[in-house]
């Protein structure tokens, strides 16, 4: 069965920071790219970002560049998201997903963890 | 960015009937459009990938269309658990942007 669980999240003040981890289980970790999708409250769903199965390639959103960073470590099948300069508009539930399918290319988010939640605020 | 935009953001029907949502892509995705449905407090579940393609266990109810820049989900014989929140989502390029969400009321 997959699994992923999420942790890291807290309250934190602006220009903070915050790692936000995501264990896994039940897959090949290092087959399948990740991906962290937030939702603000009472919103609707943020791609934040994403990293392929060894790690080479991330992507961002335009809203988090140079600010979020993702990361994996095959060897302990986790996902990583550091998360510095935090802002009040970074508030969310933090999801970490796995793609459908270990493909090139991606055909959406087959599974989610349960999210972690991070507060922005003074 | 490619920027989807998700028609109506709001839909109320009976049980029994049938809703379509529409999702519109600011340039052509091909094929490469995921729907979800979120109830309130969970995390989002996987319908369709590759705009038609059923996630297994969805109910066969739930329908995808489309390719390019105009894709449909079609809910065929709502039932009370279909009341949601659903999104469409481009898989296409990075970023894969969501649309912003279209609730379903069940009267």
């Known amino acids: 069965e997959v699994q992923l669980l999420e942790s890291g999240g807290g309250l934190v003040q602006p220009g903070g920071s915050l790692r936000l981890s995501c264990a896994t289980s039940g897959f090949t970790f290092s087959s399948y790219a990740m991906s962290w999708v937030r939702q603000a409250p009472g919103k609707g769903l943020e791609w934040v970002s994403a990293?392929?199965?060894?790690?080479?390639?991330?992507y961002y959103a335009d809203s988090v560049n140079g600010r979020f960073s993702i990361s994996r470590d095959n060897s302990k099948n986790t996902l990583y998201l550091q998360l510095n300069t935090l802002r009040v508009e970074d508030t969310a539930v933090y999801y970490c997903?796995?793609?459908?399918?270990?493909?090139?290319?991606?055909?959406?988010?087959?599974?989610w963890g349960q999210g972690t939640l991070v507060t922005v605020s003074s | 960015d490619i920027q989807m935009t998700q028609s109506p953001s709001y839909v109320s029907a009976s049980v029994g009937d049938r809703v379509t949502i529409t999702c519109r892509a600011s340039?052509?995705?091909?094929?490469?459009l995921a729907w979800y449905q979120q109830k309130p407090g969970k995390a989002p579940k996987l319908l369709l990938y590759a705009a038609s393609s059923l996630q297994s266990g969805v109910p066969l109810r739930f329908s995808g269309s489309g390719s390019g820049t105009d894709f449909t989900l079609s809910i065929s014989s709502l039932q009370p658990e279909d009341s949601a929140t659903y999104y469409c989502q481009q898989a296409n390029s990075f970023p894969h942007t969501f649309g912003q969400g279209t609730k379903l009321e069940i009267k």
């Open positions: 997903a796995r793609d459908l399918m270990a493909i090139s290319g991606s055909l959406g988010i087959g599974y």
């Open positions: 340039q052509g995705i091909s094929s490469w």
């Open positions: 990293i392929s199965g060894t790690g080479d390639s991330t």
